[in-house]
């Protein structure tokens, strides 16, 4: 098995025909076939099943398959660290950022990491922590910044702040005044939620667990900003960090309600694959992230009930 049979066994199977996959890599069919054939024969199992209209992948081909783009991706990375080691100021990194935080620290930490590396090709990606935390474990991004991050072993976790999670209602909520909510009154609240396994509605539920307390979730809205827009309509609440909502409580469109007894502490950290402990690229970025969360926590309007973990 070597890696052009992999490379071609990932081209037969996204595009779903032999035929189709030869005339895209410019090879003549036969010698595409016997590729494959001699794939199955040094594994010993069929991974293709031949149709009328191409092939599908076996049991055994989509577990080969998954294999086999990780393995490709790790060939072509490798030959990208090796250059770029040999040109100190080369290289590509991938970063994940919430949405929240990309608004609040994107451009700063941009233009920080090109000053420092201005040869280095960057990629920003936007998602949610649970596809952040995916991407993490798949090598789509090298470093991401995560709300709630699960203890594995193959990731290394630095923490960087945490924040009050409070109950978010419309600006003139009834009963005309705001209040103080303690856990135990959660489970009475039509709640808009997004759906599991999001880090925040997780955390919720464990805490909820915790306390005997079963949460009313009426919808499931996995967008932020239309969940904020429900919530000031006043379709239901939702339990969201205290710094989501900060541009709409001061607009006046919603308010937020403290939470206690107890409260509940959103956590904010780094995550990155253990093995990329030495990269440099990798180690850089983590820094300018740590330094601009910090700046933006100490010397900015961001709430003062934000407390600092990072070194």
């Known amino acids: 098995m070597d890696i052009r049979e992999l490379r071609t066994f990932i081209h037969v199977a996204r595009s779903g025909s032999v035929s189709r996959a030869a005339a895209e890599l410019f090879v003549a069919q036969p010698a595409l076939s016997r ?12 991974l293709l099943v031949r149709h009328g209209r191409g092939v599908r992948l076996t049991a055994a081909g989509a577990r080969l398959l998954e294999r086999a ?20 100021q080369g290289g590509h990194i991938a970063i994940g950022l919430p949405p929240a935080v990309g608004l609040l ?19 920003v990606r936007e998602g ?3 596809y952040l935390q995916e991407w993490v474990l798949d090598r789509r991004v090298d470093l991401a910044v995560v709300y709630n991050q699960p203890l ?13 999670m409070v109950l978010v209602g419309p600006a003139r909520p009834e009963g005309g005044r705001d209040r103080v909510w303690r856990i135990a009154e959660l489970g009475d609240v039509a709640l808009i939620l997004p759906a599991l396994p999001h880090s925040n509605r997780l955390l919720l539920e464990k805490i909820a667990l915790q306390h005997g307390v079963r949460l009313r979730v009426d919808m499931e809205v996995d967008s932020v900003a239309l969940t ?10 939702t339990i969201s960090t205290a710094t989501a909502i900060q541009a709409e409580t001061r607009a006046g469109t919603l308010i937020a309600h403290p939470i206690e007894r107890p409260a509940i502490r959103s ?33 900015s309007a961001w709430r003062t009930d934000v407390l600092w973990l990072g070194k």
């Open 267 to 299: 956590s904010v950290a780094i995550t990155t694959l253990r093995e990329q402990r030495a990269n440099r690229l990798v180690s850089s970025m983590a820094q300018l992230l740590t330094e601009t969360m910090h700046e933006l926590i100490t010397h």
């Open 152 to 164: 594995l072993d193959s990731v290394d976790v630095q923490p960087l702040f945490s924040e009050p």
């Open 228 to 237: 904020k827009k429900l919530v000031a309509a006043g379709l239901g609440y």
């Open 128 to 130: 949610l922590s649970t």
């Open 105 to 123: 620290i994107g451009e700063q930490l941009v233009r920080a990491f090109r000053d420092r590396w201005p040869r280095v090709s960057l990629h």
């Open 69 to 88: 783009e990780l393995i490709t991706h790790m060939v072509s990375a490798t030959g990208a660290q090796v250059r770029a080691s040999a040109d100190e």
């Open 35 to 46: 590729q494959i054939a001699k794939l199955e024969a040094e594994i010993g199992v069929p």
